[in-house]
């Protein structure tokens, strides 16, 4: 990718995480009416500098027409303006609805392209406090990224109902590393004691049996390690090393590295207000304009648009994740309240699913359309969702047919992640030495 302006925007950004008192909410980025979002989550867009022009005067008459069509008054039209009510793609109005296709039109009228970035808050605490233990794990053979989406997994979806033993750990600067592995190991056996003899547990159980035998043979070694209390910053080391598969894809694909100089320096970065910049240019990147205002950068206004609408259904995606009943661990949980509400053809609503999916998971999205954390399950739920909601007959279908049809689709994603993350490490050693030595040659993004 070459000669182009990327224009980045954000949501739920919570740049200094900390662990609430509510363990219902758990952390500060939930129960917030201002931040729900369970990941750091932005969109770079990519709009050719010779399609620039084209691109902006397109984009203000797509706001002008939306003003006079829908009567409001002339001030900056912002996502949440437009999705204001909406949790679910059921909810987006006719309006707004055309809107967003017209953008995406728009995208493809230009050659523009998005990346989105999703990275999992709740990843962080874990990644932060025993990434030597993870380095260490690595360097006797065992793969640390299995193990980080199990414990992340672990934590955001269990712990609160086993009394939140490890989530009060990683808030206690007192304890040494093998402390924090100790609770962490006695938390995953309480799992175990009340989910195994149930088929539906089966595959959770042996996950966390294989924790409790790591944690055991390995946990000893670091009985002296302190990890204090630090402060957990948005990832910008991992947003950059996401804009750089996106921006250097050809290069990466050729093997040309010659080219990959020439095609930062071509490239324009516009950040909003608030925006990060670091990392940015420690990734080679010099041409960086920050603190713009987005009332005079249709690129930041449609980078926001686009964010808001992703945003707003990764959050969906995540409160709605279908999990085990403590107390009855071998019912299956349905997924059925994001289907509850029908997808309106006459409001363009299952147009939009269809272009929203194509722009980030399908043919309009090259192959670093979505980089993600380690755990990233509502991701491939929202591409689950966004594929089979396309078909016109899938609101004719009983709930639980629908939850079960999304559910399926999105255990096969969430195996391929599994096989990636497994091909990642073997990958990974091919060439390095280490998980770590990797991460510090830029070769792979970081825990």
């Known amino acids: 990718m070459k000669d182009v302006n990327i224009y980045f925007d954000e949501k739920g950004p919570s740049k200094s995480l900390s662990i609430s008192d509510n363990l219902e909410d758990q952390f500060n980025f939930f129960g917030s009416s201002s931040d729900n979002m369970p990941a750091y ?17 397109a984009f203000k008459k797509m706001i002008e027409e939306y003003y006079a069509d829908n009567h409001i008054q002339a001030k900056e039209l912002k996502s949440l303006t437009l999705l204001k009510g909406a949790t679910t793609l059921a909810d987006v109005k006719g309006p707004a609805a055309q809107f967003y296709l017209d953008l995406f039109q728009l995208l493809e009228d230009t050659n523009s392209t998005f990346q989105l970035s999703a990275f999992d808050k709740s990843e962080v605490f ?3 406090k025993l990434k030597n233990w993870f380095y260490y794990l690595d360097k006797h053979n065992v793969n640390p990224y299995v193990l980080l989406y199990t414990i992340t997994k672990y934590l955001r979806t269990e712990d609160k109902h086993f009394g939140g033993d490890f989530t009060k750990a990683l808030n206690n600067s007192d304890l040494s590393t093998f402390d924090l592995l100790k609770v962490l190991k006695n938390q995953a056996a309480k799992v175990v004691t009340k989910y195994q003899g149930n088929s539906r547990t089966e595959y959770q159980v042996n996950m966390y049996r294989k924790l409790i035998t790591t944690i055991r043979d390995t946990a000893q070694i670091f009985r002296t390690e302190h990890v204090p209390l630090v402060t957990y910053p948005f990832p910008t080391e991992h947003l950059a090393y996401g804009l750089d598969l996106f921006v250097l894809e050809d ?18 970065i516009l950040l909003d207000e608030d925006a990060p910049a670091e990392g940015l240019r420690e990734n080679g990147f010099s041409d960086i304009k920050e603190n713009l205002n987005s009332k005079t950068h249709p690129g930041l206004q449609a980078s926001d648009f686009l964010a808001g609408l992703y945003g707003k259904l990764v959050s969906t995606m995540d409160s709605s994740t279908s999990m085990v009943d403590p107390n009855n661990p071998g019912d299956i949980q349905r997924m059925t309240g994001i289907f509850e509400k029908k997808l309106n053809p006459y409001l363009n609503q299952v147009e939009l699913a269809r272009e929203a999916y194509n722009h980030a998971f399908g043919q309009e999205s090259g192959q670093y359309g979505v980089v993600h954390s380690t755990f990233s399950d509502y991701v491939w739920m929202l591409q689950g969702y966004l594929k089979v909601v396309q078909d016109p007959n899938f609101s004719n279908l009983p709930l639980d047919i629908q939850a079960h049809k999304h559910w399926t689709e999105t255990q096969k994603l969430l195996e391929n992640q599994f096989n990636e993350m497994i091909e990642q490490f073997t990958n990974i050693h091919m060439l390095y030495d280490s998980v770590e030595d990797a991460i510090k040659d830029g070769s792979t993004k970081p825990l």
């Open 41 to 57: 989550l932005g969109i770079y867009l990519a709009i050719p500098k010779e399609h620039q022009n084209e691109f902006d005067t």
């Open 126 to 128: 874990v990644a932060t």
């Open 251 to 268: 290069a990466l694909i050729t093997g040309n590295l010659l080219s990959v100089d020439e095609a930062k320096n071509s490239i324009t």
